[in-house]
């Protein structure tokens, strides 16, 4: 016979189905073909976390906000250890910059009489 899986919905509604008492949980098993074991272990699981999440309903909270502080850092760090790694690139290949080079917004004509070239260099325009 092949096992049924179950949603957490499904388990769930069948748990408070068996909390309101107006049915025997032998008679909701029997209904929907599972063991009362099953039944209770579903119970006492729904019974330990409502229990875990009002004794540490607060310090979840701050875990999540530690875990974002400790995140940030990291990528603060990597933020500048790539811009460091930039530089000594640069350096090393002896390039100023590193940039293509874009026609003057004005047209071709201001830009034959000598008007400087727009530049990108990674992401920010130079003139």
């Known amino acids: 016979m092949k096992q049924r899986k179950w949603t957490a919905e499904e388990k769930l509604a069948l748990v408070l189905e068996g909390l309101k008492e ?10 929907h073909k599972i063991s009362q074991t099953l039944y209770y272990k579903w119970r006492d699981r729904f019974f330990e976390g409502g229990k875990r999440s009002l004794i540490n309903g607060t310090s979840d909270d701050n875990h999540y906000k530690a875990e974002i502080e400790k995140l940030q850092k990291i990528i603060g760090k990597q933020a500048i250890q ?7 690139n640069m350096a090393t290949l002896g390039i100023e910059h ?10 071709n004509a201001e830009a034959k009489l000598g008007s400087p070239k727009i530049t990108r260099f990674f992401g920010v325009l130079v003139r």
């Open 82 to 88: 790539i811009e460091i790694l930039k530089k000594q």
């Open 98 to 107: 590193i940039f293509t080079s874009y026609p003057h917004p004005k047209g």
């Open 22 to 31: 107006k049915r025997s949980v032998a008679d909701i098993c029997m209904e």
